[in-house]
């Protein structure tokens, strides 16, 4: 067992930059936090940070697909022509968002 926090913080950040280089995003976020916890250094935040960002923007990319979006519109009008305003609404927005 390691006593010294510091070296226990580097060792779980650096098996964490592997893992983002492996492709696994959540199991290197998962250790860049225990490795936090350890030790507060900056740069591992930082690094942190950045995987965390890189990971929504790929969220985001993936949510938009405009075939989607097409069926979210066709539904939200045939709501809309039924009168169910509500709905229509959410369906529309969802439209929109992808």
Known sequence: MIKDYSKKAKLLARKAKVLYLQGL???SIDLYSKSLLEDGNS???DQMKAIIKEKKEKAEKAYIN???????NKKGGELFKDGKFPDALKEYEEAIRR
């Open 25 to 27: 995003i959540d199991e």
């Open 66 to 72: 405009p075939e989607i979006a097409e069926e979210h």
């Open 43 to 45: 740069t591992v935040k």
